[in-house]
């Protein structure tokens, strides 16, 4: 009788082991094993496809050929590294002699001037972006709040938001270019012209989404709450900062995100026209280089852009999570 | 029932004066009248009720005693004072709880409670004051919780609380337990009882339930059909306090009230409008308060 119990329960256990073992199957399957089955199909597809493309620079390049280009730039990052430290190294010595043959020498310190790797230009286009899209959410947010609140100043400023929000960047460059040049003279330059034109061009790109959706959340705001705030007779200030800037949140997010996705893009144009040293540059150049390896070369770039731009939206995601009270968005 | 009107208009100053109140709210169509000559005097301590079937305009009455809305003829006087803007001595409890979703209950009683007794309060009295109202509500469990953590009638108690908190003149309700289940409003009216017992507020509630209209009020004011809305009858309740909604089922007098009431919205004022029309000027109306409150 007992014999049969025991044998009824590992029955039992290991139906239920069984199932959460599909269970977990399923799942893996659905996070990794798909998404592998996805990119290999597409790698295949990819080295087929290039076989056949001949191009003025040699074979239109594979995957094999964007892994070595991956290696070589790092490489060369690596080596262009090791010749700054060694360049900084004999000018410290050279400094040094001097001093110890006049005590009233001044120090001169020179800034190594060899050329941005790949990774120098990956940081080059993060800063730039950045600053870029800080720049227009200081201006956005609190645009697109006084305009949610005003009805009239949103109907003065709807136009102009409408009419400057399609515009390419590339249509942005030349004018910037010209008016930075213009403005921005000084022996000193604290930042170079290329990055402030590279930067003021994803400000003025990125400015758009932000401010329709921030004037979009805040007058979209439930009006039990506003009333609220009137039977609380809140100060204007109050009223902003208790109840209009949580309630909108989840929207000004949205065009946040949307306004970093955009930035990112805009960045890349603007950087190969500005000859801002990023990776706009980079592809630029390798473009005008020619070499046998260019392809490859942007083929990596792309691979790079495309990874950032997707960590970067991840980024915002977190944030906003982080932030936001509204957990669903 | 004009006359018994004018009899107590003629009387001294009250604590609460509606006073001749016409209401027009601009339509495509031309301005669409949903009051007129409303008038209603009001005694320190009182419970009024405010019945009549959907669209009749309580809500409007309500949103100019509130001060969100301005009558375009006569006026509210609270104390001799006239009411022209909202303000917390007149505190409003919504009927969608309208609680701050990313406050927890605490939070959103101390907002009203900051704002109104900045300059009188302690931060320790302040503390101590949030937490008596939330104890009130029998809230002081969940008070750390957020709107979105807790049930439909909790959220609605917050929403007292709230008000409560403000210490005001006159508590106006708007159909406060229009959205809970059928026990919970019950558990809910009889919690507003006891808090009415204790406090002895100046009420004026909104509401589409005979039953409840009869058990809280003091006086029951039925309201006509729109458009040119007015008050049809005021009933008074003489039931005697504290009342208990078991005793009061069998009580003949409790009985009789009830059948007025229901007489009055399904014989005098049945709705005889077909149903298409009735809600096409439903939703114009409601639009059209919308954006009068919108554009304040």
Redesign the interface.
């Known amino acids: 009788m007992s014999a049969t119990t025991v044998k009824l329960s590992s029955a039992t256990i290991s139906e239920k082991l069984l199932a959460i073992a599909k269970n977990v199957l399923q799942k893996v399957t659905q996070a990794m094993l798909l998404p592998m089955i996805g990119i290999s199909i597409f790698l295949i597809l990819w080295s087929i496809t290039a076989q056949s493309i001949q191009t003025s620079l040699g074979e239109f390049p594979g995957p094999a050929a964007v892994a070595t280009q991956f290696v070589t730039l790092y490489e060369e990052h690596t080596l262009e590294r090791e010749k700054a430290d060694a360049f900084y190294q004999r000018l410290q010595k050279r400094n040094a002699a001097k001093l110890a043959k006049d005590p009233d020498y001044v120090v001169k310190s020179r800034a190594y001037t060899g050329k941005e790797t790949f990774l120098d230009q990956i940081f080059t286009s993060l800063v730039t972006v950045t600053s870029g899209f800080l720049v227009a959410a200081i201006i956005a947010i609190p645009l697109g709040i006084w305009m949610g609140l005003s009805k009239r100043l949103n109907s003065a400023l709807n136009p102009i938001v409408q009419v400057f929000k399609p515009v390419s960047p590339l249509a942005w460059l030349p004018l910037v270019t010209i008016v930075v040049s213009a403005v921005y003279v000084s022996d000193d330059p604290a930042v170079s012209k290329s990055f402030l034109t590279s930067m003021i061009t994803v400000s003025l790109c990125s400015l758009w989404p932000m401010v329709i959706n921030t004037s979009i959340g805040v007058s979209s705001i ?7 705030s ?5 100060p204007a200030l ?1 009223h902003v900062r ?2 209009v800037l ?2 909108s ?1 989840p929207m000004i997010f949205t065009g946040m995100r949307l306004s970093f996705g955009i930035a990112w893009m805009v960045l890349i144009a603007a950087e190969m026209l500005a000859q801002n040293p990023g990776l706009g540059k980079f592809v630029w150049d390798e473009f005008q280089n020619g070499s046998s390896n260019s392809l490859a070369r942007i083929m990596a770039a792309i691979i790079v852009i495309g990874f950032i731009g997707f960590l970067l939206d991840q980024m915002m995601l977190q944030l906003q999570r982080k932030v936001s ?2 957990k669903s968005s | 029932m004009s006359s018994s009107i004018t009899a107590t208009n003629t009387g001294k100053s009250r604590f609460l004066d509606i006073s001749h109140i016409d209401m027009d709210f601009p339509t495509p169509t031309g301005s669409f009248t949903a009051l007129k000559g409303v008038d209603l005097q009001i005694e320190k301590g009182e419970f009024i009720s405010l019945i009549g079937h959907s669209g009749c305009g309580k809500s409007t009455v309500l949103n100019i005693v509130a001060g969100l809305y301005q009558a375009t003829k006569g006026g509210v006087l609270l104390q001799n004072k006239e009411v022209n803007e909202p303000g917390p001595e007149r505190a409003v409890v919504f009927q969608n709880h309208s609680l701050l979703p990313w406050l927890t209950a605490y939070q959103n009683v101390e907002l009203a409670v900051k704002q109104v007794f900045n300059k009188t309060m302690s931060k320790i009295e302040m503390r101590e004051w949030i937490e008596y109202n939330l104890r009130l509500v029998h809230m002081d469990h969940a008070m750390h919780k957020r709107p979105s953590e807790i049930s439909g009638g909790m959220k609605q108690r917050v929403g007292i609380a709230r008000a409560l908190s403000m210490q005001p003149e006159v508590l106006l309700m708007d159909e406060p337990f229009g959205a809970l289940d059928a026990l919970t409003r019950a558990h809910m009216q009889d919690a507003l009882m006891d808090i009415q017992n204790e406090l002895n507020n100046t009420v004026i509630m909104i509401t589409h339930d005979v039953d409840e209209a009869v058990l809280l009020s003091d006086r029951i004011v039925m309201m006509t059909n729109g458009p040119e809305a007015t008050i049809g009858e005021i009933l008074d309740v003489k039931l005697e306090r504290p009342r208990s909604r078991l005793a009061l089922a069998k009580d003949l007098e409790y009985n009789r009230l009830r059948s007025e009431v229901l007489t009055f919205l399904y014989e005098k004022q049945r709705k005889v409008e077909n149903i298409h029309q009735k809600t096409a000027t439903t939703t114009v109306q409601q639009q059209e308060n919308k954006k009068q409150v919108n554009e304040k």
């Open positions: 439930d009006s039990d709450l506003l009333n609220v009137k039977v609380l007779r809140l109050t208790k109840i949580p309630a949140i009270w509204d």
